[in-house]
């Protein structure tokens, strides 16, 4: 079976017990792949979609919102089922400890696909949004999500403040490279990427790769004021290096 890539998201609670949305600009391409296509104003569909081995019915949904009161909206188009369905439990029972899942479209019109994606965490997509150049199927996955715009700016920003800190990381304030002749500091979002989309240098913070496996393992939240991480186990470590936050 053919997949064709329509969406990565993040994993929300709505998706456990109700369904998610279809961006607005996707409605061209996932068109195409309905046997009806495009949907009208408020109208509902079945339509199937595969999770893992078995395949589920659900509703596309064109929400029916009254035009008059909200002349300038569009439509809003959604995959909708009940929290007590079959789908929905097989959704909590496969997602439940997954950051993204992704959505794509068969071979077969009116049939999806649902899967948790493990190659699209928060630490890959620095990584993508880092790397100075992409393999062929690098750039592939980095055009569907839609990162071009935001990679050639983090790239920049990124650059520019590890060569400030000396490819130090500001956690420990060690070039961990330099033995080696290597520059090997990471660029580190402060506030996730996935979800905040911010590439500022004001979001962006350089890390050695172990502090930044660290940070992605234990999830410490970022005080701003006292320019520390503080950890789930109660360690609080103050940035050891800070020019620009
Ligand atoms: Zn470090
Ligand atoms: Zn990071």
Redesign the pocket.
Known sequence: MTKNFLLAKEVHKSLFDSGFTIPVNLYEIFSCYLRGGRLHHGEKRTIKIFLGDEIFDVTLTSINFNRENYPTNKDIWQVRYSKNSPVAKKIREIFTAKKFFTFCATDVKDVFCLQANSACDELTLENLLELPTLTDTQENFVERLGLKKYRERNRINGERLKKNYGYC?Q??G?NVGLFYGAQVADCHHINYFSVSLDNAASNLLI??P??HRIIHAANPTFDRERKSFLYPNGLEEILKLNEHL
Do not use: D, T
């Open positions: 990381c956690i420990c060690l890390v050695c172990n502090h």
